[in-house]
């Protein structure tokens, strides 16, 4: 199994050489190929997503991302911007849904920002669309009015189409999990969202054992802080899911923690941490490789058929969790401070 090795920018190139530490102890029969992307491909050949790295994208069967983004590149025109890459990529690959799960390892229930009678045994997984709404709508822009100001607009679209696939990624991940599905949008207000409650509504009479709720978005904000526990999982499109998606990730105490899977029709994906190329932490072996090393697990588990596998390396990140190893941003006093490489081998360790 050949996978895409896109390590990108920032902390990329420190976690994902820890996933890959993680992954090569497995043994076995991976096959990695690295190419540059984001700030490091538009060094490399002038485009954030280059040919060759989209070409070898294309062919692999899976893909682990690290993150892109670096200030070094914010003045450059918005096609050649490292963020342009992660774009490019879901939409070439036609990856429409992307998988976030928050959960609360038990050991670090004191490291999120709520009490922990409310965060405790949290295990909520966010559903989120991610090649369509406001991000991809067009027309978009900056215009001169009539009275000559400026105004920036942008369009929110959605066909039924798109609607009716991220539903059913959504339904069926329930199905796997406590079978409860909230989908979320801001229909009292948006014609876009009246399609997405009647769409998702609709597709709820093929799924007759999943208890299906709708909530308005800022409700659901509004209860994700308040009583995370009550959901399972949470369906939503592409701008609503990048927000609260962030927002499940504070409950779990880290940004650091957390891995995500963006999946096209047939499950090939593209594996990544949800955080971003943290620039003010990059090249001092101090960011945490976890999201990335669990990104890997998830990579074993829906795109590579090695389930096995992929619950061995969380039982070892569990493992390393428990016997006290903490990167500085899910430190508490007591336990063992490490760098990003010793956590990368605590793990590879625990196996
Ligand atoms: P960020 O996620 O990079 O960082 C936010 C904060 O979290 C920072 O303080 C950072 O130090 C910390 N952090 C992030 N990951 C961490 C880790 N693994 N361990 C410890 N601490 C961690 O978000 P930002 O600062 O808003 O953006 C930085 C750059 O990343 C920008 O260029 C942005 O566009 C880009 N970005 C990329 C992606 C992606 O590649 N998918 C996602 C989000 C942001």
Redesign the pocket.
């Known amino acids: 199994m050949k996978i895409a090795v896109l390590p990108?920018d920032?902390?990329g190139r420190e976690?994902v050489a820890q996933a890959l530490r993680v992954l090569q102890r497995l043994e076995l029969p991976l096959e990695f190929e690295q190419a540059p992307v984001?700030g490091a491909g538009y060094e490399a050949a002038g485009d954030p997503l280059p040919a060759a790295t989209l070409a070898l994208a294309k062919a692999a069967d899976a893909i682990l991302f690290g993150?892109?983004?670096?200030?070094r590149y914010d003045a450059l025109e918005r096609a050649k911007r490292?963020?342009q890459a992660?774009l490019g990529l879901r939409k070439a690959l036609g990856l429409f849904a992307n998988l976030r799960p928050a959960q609360v390892h038990e050991e670090l229930t004191q490291a999120s920002a709520l009490r922990p009678e409310i965060v405790g045994g949290l295990d909520i997984l966010i559903v989120r669309e991610l090649t369509g709404d406001i991000y991809f709508g067009e027309p978009k822009g900056i215009r001169r009015t009539d009275t000559g100001e400026r105004e920036g607009f942008d369009t929110m679209r959605y066909r039924e189409s798109e609607i009716r696939r991220i539903a059913r990624v959504a339904f069926e991940a329930a199905r796997k999990r406590k079978r409860k599905l909230c989908s979320v949008d801001k229909a009292n207000v948006l014609e876009t969202s009246q399609l997405w409650r009647e769409v998702v509504a609709a597709e709820a009479k093929t799924y007759p054992d999943i208890a299906l709720q709708h909530m308005y978005v800022d409700n659901c904000a509004m209860q994700l802080v308040r009583e995370p526990k009550q959901f399972d999982v949470i369906v939503t499109g592409n701008l609503f899911g990048d927000i609260l998606s962030d927002e499940a990730s504070m409950l779990t105490g880290?940004?650091?923690m957390l891995p995500s899977a963006s999946l096209d029709a047939s499950g090939k994906g593209l594996y990544?941490?949800i955080?971003?190329?943290?620039?003010?932490?990059a090249g001092r072996d101090?960011?945490?490789?976890l999201?990335t090393i669990l990104s890997a697990a998830m990579m074993l588990r829906y795109s590579l058929g090695h389930p096995d596998a992929a619950e061995r390396i969380e039982r070892a990140v569990g493992r390393a969790l428990r016997e006290g190893y903490r990167?500085?941003?899910i430190y508490t006093a007591g336990a063992r401070k490490v760098g990003t490489q010793e956590m990368g081998e605590a793990v590879a360790a625990r196996l």
């Not at 955080?275 to 932490?281: E, K, N, T, V, Y």
């Not at 101090?286 to 490789?289: L, T």
């Open positions: 990108g920032g902390i976690i984001g993150a892109v983004g670096d200030p490292p963020e992660i880290s940004i650091g990544e941490p955080h971003g190329s943290a620039p003010d932490i101090v960011a945490n490789p999201a990167t500085a941003d």
